[in-house]
């Protein structure tokens, strides 16, 4: 923080994108000091956005104004900036959250509650951004590739020396979530060059700012693709989004599947909408009739044979250890494990086959088009 300690001090989020906080600029594009050199080498999962933006910058220079006022230490000021304002602001954390407890990152890290990570369990937590201080071009957050970082020579130097080298002092054990498209690619790259491994990379959520429209209600599949306006521009990035659940899933569920150790957190409310919330895996040995019963629109899913000896036989969704299982390919690797009270439908209406069967008929991968008693009105 060093430098500009007096200008946060006595101007606070008056200071956001003064020429006094300007650390580089190679125009169109501009660096702004962000007092986030805070780095947590304990922490156990690491999210990567592109850069802070205008609601970080203003949040994080407020709480730095207070804290100088009051005589706080530099590396106590750096700390609690990072958690109050790290992915802050009215739209980002909520949706941030949203997707934590999506893929019920709370039974992951054994906390009761993913906001915990922003609060008891902070220490859990390493919050950081592709381009770690404030990056902007042509006025406005930086939002582009990750080719075009590594072009930029402003840009890449400020990846190189702040973000890939904050990460060499990180736990090997922690795991990685990158916050769209391009942060992905550089904890990929990340990869490449040996500074983290593959398995820590779980993969992405959608970036949860406003900006970004309706990506995460996509994502999470509390919206069809089909819905969205003609020139929204989501649209281009449903393909991405759709593989980018998968993957999340799949690591998700693999992670709370082989960490029994980790007590699940308590239940909570049941969501307006079933698709926002996975809940904890039942213990291994759990049966179809130890869970809640499945959503009548599940009950009603089914699929006649039309071939073969079992001609006529009417399928089901194939119920095993309190899940339904759905997938994009017929391979088991990409298995998704979908708890029983959960809605199968969002899944289907984004071109997952579901696992179904009947007695004496082993269970196989049915197409969503071909599954009957779904919900018309969203097909």
């Not at 001090?9 to 805070?38: M, N, S, W």
């Not at 949203?98 to 054994?110: C, D, K, S, V």
């Not at 072009?151 to 904050?166: C, I, K, M, P, T």
């Not at 019963?293 to 119920?319: E, I």
């Amino acid at each position: 923080m060093g430098r500009f300690s007096p200008i946060l001090r006595d101007c606070g989020a008056a200071a956001v994108r003064r020429p006094d906080t300007l650390l580089a600029t190679q125009l169109p594009y501009e660096i702004f000091y962000i007092p986030f050199e805070h780095v947590n080498p304990q922490a156990r999962l690491v999210i990567v956005g592109i850069t802070p933006g205008m609601n970080q910058l203003e949040l994080a220079y407020a709480e730095a104004q207070r804290l100088l006022r009051l005589g706080a230490s530099e590396a106590a000021i750096l700390e609690a900036v990072k958690s109050v304002a790290a992915f802050g602001g009215d739209a980002m954390r909520p949706n941030l959250l949203r997707m934590l407890r999506h893929f019920g990152f709370a039974a992951i890290l054994g906390v009761d509650d993913e906001a915990d990570l922003w609060g008891t369990a902070a220490g859990l937590l390493h919050s950081t951004s592709v381009v770690p201080h404030a990056a902007f071009k042509d006025g406005k957050m930086f939002s582009g590739s990750f080719e075009e970082v590594l072009r930029v020579g402003a840009l890449r130097e400020r990846f190189e020396a702040d973000f890939v080298g904050s990460l060499r002092g990180l736990s090997p054990e922690a795991l990685y979530v990158a916050l769209g498209k391009t942060p992905f690619d550089a904890l990929l790259h990340c990869v490449k060059l040996g500074v983290i491994e593959e398995h820590q990379l779980l993969g992405a959520l959608a970036h949860p700012s406003r900006s970004g429209g309706s990506q995460v209600a996509v994502y999470l599949g509390e919206k069809s693709p089909d819905d969205l306006d003609p020139a929204d521009p989501v649209r281009g990035r449903v393909a991405w989004l759709r593989d980018a659940y998968f993957r999340m899933r799949s690591a998700t569920d693999r992670l709370r599947g082989t960490r029994g150790a980790i007590a699940p957190p308590p239940p909570r409310p049941a969501p307006s909408r079933p698709a926002t919330v996975v809940r904890a895996p039942r213990p291994r040995g759990a049966t179809s009739a130890t869970p809640a019963a499945p959503a009548p629109s599940n009950a009603d899913l089914h699929y006649v044979v039309s071939r073969g000896k079992a001609a006529g036989t009417v399928l089901r969704p194939h119920v095993q250890d309190g899940h339904y299982i759905v997938s994009p390919t017929r391979f088991e690797a990409d298995y998704v494990r979908v708890p029983i009270g959960e809605a199968l439908e969002p899944y289907l209406r984004q071109g997952l086959s579901l696992r179904m069967s009947a007695p004496g008929v082993a269970p196989s991968l049915i197409s969503p088009g071909s599954i009957l008693g779904r919900d018309r009105s969203s097909r």
